[in-house]
């Protein structure tokens, strides 16, 4: 049988699939970004592309799909928190994995004293103010400068955290 070539948009999407492949053996933590829609509801999304940026000022960054359902909601907040998910909370972040705000349990939510929705118990939040959005690729990189932390520094971790490795989530404690 003759041999086909391989056409162009296929290497090109096969090269983006082992990129895809070796991305995901670098190990992450796991979080989950919310912002306040509406006086009693929250958006809010499982993410795993969160980075300290800068202490001087205190920048985080994360980076959104463009094609995510709820892209306007992300980007056009000019607050967000981050909470860091524990091991316990691989339920949590597959329910904030799903396409849509279906799964959205309120009761997962507190309110910080900043009125922003945060993991109640989860290893730590962050409470955030839209620094800027950066275009990249089939991404936006959003950029928050931090104003608010929990728990204080000098805590002991309260639990082992939640990890992502080879697609799939994991431990990462010690
Ligand atoms: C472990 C894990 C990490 C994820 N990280 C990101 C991320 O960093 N950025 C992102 O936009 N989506 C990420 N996603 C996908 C979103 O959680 C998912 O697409 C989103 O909740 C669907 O929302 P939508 O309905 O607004 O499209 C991740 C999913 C998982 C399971």
Partial sequence: MPK???????????IRADFRKLMGLFATGVCVVAVPAGPQSVSAM?????VSVSLDPMLVC???QNDASQFDTYADADMFSVSILAERHAGLARRYAARGDTMLRP???IQSANGLPVIGDALGHLECRRW???PAGDHTMIFG????MHPPAGN???D???????GAFCSIGT
Avoid at 4 to 14: K, L, N
Avoid at 145 to 148: H, Q
Avoid at 160 to 166: A, I, K
């Fill in 46 to 50: 499982t993410i795993n592309s969160f």
């Fill in 107 to 109: 009761q997962d939510f």
């Fill in 4 to 14: 086909t070539e391989p056409t162009e948009d296929q290497t090109s999407s096969d």
């Fill in 132 to 134: 800027s959005l950066f």
């Fill in 156 to 158: 002991p971790p309260s």
């Fill in 160 to 166: 082992e955290p939640l990890g992502f490795f080879n």
């Fill in 145 to 148: 400068e931090v104003f608010a």
């Fill in 62 to 64: 994360w980076s959104l």
